[in-house]
């Protein structure tokens, strides 16, 4: 179908979506998650055809992984539905309702954002996920998924369209883009009017596309350039702990430490005990000199050039550059960094409040991972992604991050003077 | 100076300014506003130029008054500068803090967006108001002016540097991009890294070129094209006042009511006196067959075609169409208008309650003049535009639009399992 078609229809059916109860949603995600287990043989064939086309391809394995539906990833995407369907419903909810001395009740009622368009990658259970969250959210979602994952994404939107169907409720609700030419995805990008808010999600280069090339409202979702400052009067237990943890609980994701800054104080004591810890591992650490010379003769620490600070290497691989002070850190971080996540260790009430206050990102930890940046972990019981920008949502956003609001406002007669 | 180097001295002044207690803040802006009625003799000279200018390029007359800096105009400016000072300063509050069931405290803090970008057309208080809302949150502003006021603003802008050099405050808090070429101003859009977010003002034309070019998050301030709607129910008299009040009382604004829906029913009773009310400011109807009829033999109303629905006059005309139902006024609503402010009047509480939860629009009244769209009416104490998109703040913008918020994490040596 048309992309013009697919837009004008989720434009037709969007009011519809938006003025439905929170019964009736949860009713219809419940109805979706078990027409994914009754259809999960259908879905694997489908997703057959995607990976025999992967191999033949030549993608890489871990590529592969992620196009891979079993029926473990089938029950778990629809085991998501159910728990955004346990998910308290943030439509309809008045934030405010305030008297104005004319008698005018003005109120600031939450409402979903409309038509939600969404860029992705290879992962087929985005597909689902983001259904699932902009249904509850009284959203109507267009889809567009990675060329490599048609047939799964074709397979998954249409269970989800047969379910909506069986409960009365208009499968448009949900569309796939199922053109996936660059040329359809850039008119995609243009459709004001049509789409309230797009929301790219996948590695940088997909994210930089939109940025800049879309006309519709973007949600740029993030790479994370994650810092970990180690401060002068840091407990090094903690900070080695923190460090092995951030970098190596999972590499390939935008909440894992990327970078360290070591307080000049610390080298002595710290790098060694660091350099074995990561080793464990096999972590390669890029580095100043002062860092390098405070691994020792035998050190296996490589130099760091300068476009290592500004690297996000989801790998097994870290920079590490010694500062002189707090100052030092806040300074080298904001110049760095991607504004997602950033952490200190300290025992200093003072430089832990300045870490807090100066450095610029969406999440500022003091004593903790930065892996602890995500929807989930932060109680949302959701994500659609982590936002690095400033406008609309910052950090991890659950559900309300896919609301708008509208005033409404109550009067008997006021006219303005 | 060239416009890079601008976008660099905002960057490196940012961190200062956001770092601002509000008392330096609102020290600041009386500084700037004294420093305004000092040199109100040579802002009122810096004008002359440009009204000279605009009288030898023959600028209508209505743009030369939008132009003019008067002595008073200058004291309105100050007066401005001095009720933002008195607002509540957004910056710092905590939205809440929560504690995590490993213990991890997370907290939203407000802060300042960083750089805000303003493009904005004649009118020179926009150069002082935006200031003084911008930096009442902390934030750096460029502004790019219209070519004809360049005079104006240039003083203006230096004006408030010298005030804030003499507070011992970097006068890069607010820069004036100087050359006025288009190219440039489409070079100052895609100045993502350096400016935060755009905020366009003015006509629609601007406000286009902004959302289409613009690789910078945007916030779109609108065009307003108001329905009011006249129910079944509607108490006559209320709805007279209502319409003449959001049609006349100020022509030139957004928040002016460009077309009315009126049900079939109230027809005969409705159009004269309608017809003779706005007869008093000269407003000319633009209406279907039916309306024209009810208005009698004698009727001044013209024939609307199907132009006039989307159109916002910004004049001394309405369009008018009759209605067989507040769901057929709503659909007509929702295809038309460009979501800004929408009213019924109306004595039913169901139609009341389908018309706040169906119309999609930033502002839905019941019984009220749309004219009631403004920042200063809802309360807010300041605007810097109404938002009519659906992305980070909707309607009136008073000084938490012009904010972002951080995560804050406090933790004790938290990993992630």
């Given amino acids: 179908m048309e992309l013009l078609e697919i837009c004008k229809q989720a434009q037709e059916v969007k009011q519809q979506i938006a003025a439905l109860s929170t019964s009736q949603k949860n009713d219809a995600l419940f109805a979706v998650a078990d027409h994914f287990m009754a259809q999960r043989e259908s879905l694997i064939a489908a997703n057959a055809i995607d990976l025999e086309n992967g191999r033949n391809n030549r993608m890489p394995e871990g590529l592969l992984d992620r196009l891979l539906l079993s029926e473990e ?11 955004v369907a346990a998910l308290e419903d943030p439509i309809g909810e008045v934030l405010s309702m ?4 004319n008698g005018l009740m003005i109120g600031q009622k939450r409402v979903p954002l409309g038509v939600i368009g969404i860029i992705y990658e290879s992962r087929p259970n985005v597909t689902a996920d983001a259904f699932g969250l902009c249904f509850k959210t009284g959203n109507t979602v267009i889809l567009r998924g990675g060329r490599d994952a048609i047939h799964s994404n074709q ?20 569309s796939l883009i199922t053109d996936t030419s660059h040329e359809t995805a850039r008119e995609f990008m243009h459709m004001n009017g049509y789409v309230d808010v797009l929301i790219p999600r996948g590695g940088a280069g997909l994210i930089r596309t939109v940025v800049e090339n879309a006309t519709i409202p973007v949600i740029e979702t993030g790479t994370g350039n994650c810092h970990i400052y180690v401060d002068e009067s840091a407990d090094l237990d903690m900070a080695l702990a923190i460090i092995f943890n951030a970098k190596t609980q999972r590499i390939g994701v935008c909440n894992a430490c990327e970078s360290l800054l070591i307080h000049e104080s610390l080298l002595e004591r710290l790098i060694p005990a660091l350099e074995g810890r990561l080793r464990e591992k096999n972590v390669e650490i890029c580095a100043d000199e002062a860092i390098r010379k405070a691994g020792g003769d035998q050190t296996t620490i490589v130099f760091a050039t300068e476009e290592d600070w500004g690297r996000e290497y989801l790998d097994y691989r870290i920079s590490a550059k010694s500062v002189a002070s707090v100052e030092e850190a806040i300074a080298h971080i904001n110049r760095y960094n991607t504004g997602h996540s950033e952490a200190i260790i300290t025992d200093s009430y003072a430089n832990a409040e300045k870490f807090l206050n100066e450095v610029d990102a969406a999440a500022v930890y003091v004593n903790a991972s930065t892996r602890f940046t995500d929807g989930f972990e932060f109680g949302f019981g959701a994500e659609i992604g982590i936002s690095t920008q400033k406008l609309h949502a910052r950090g991890p956003m659950g559900l309300e991050a896919l609301t708008s609001t509208k005033y409404i406002i109550y009067g ?3 006219i303005r003077p």
């Fill in 73 to 83: 990833r089938i029950m778990q995407m629809a085991e998501g539905l159910r728990q």
């Fill in 98 to 101: 305030k008297r104005r001395p």
């Fill in 155 to 174: 397979a998954i939107v249409s269970c989800i369209r047969e379910a909506l169907d069986a409960q009365g409720l208009p499968g448009e609700a949900i």
């Fill in 412 to 414: 008997n007669g006021q």
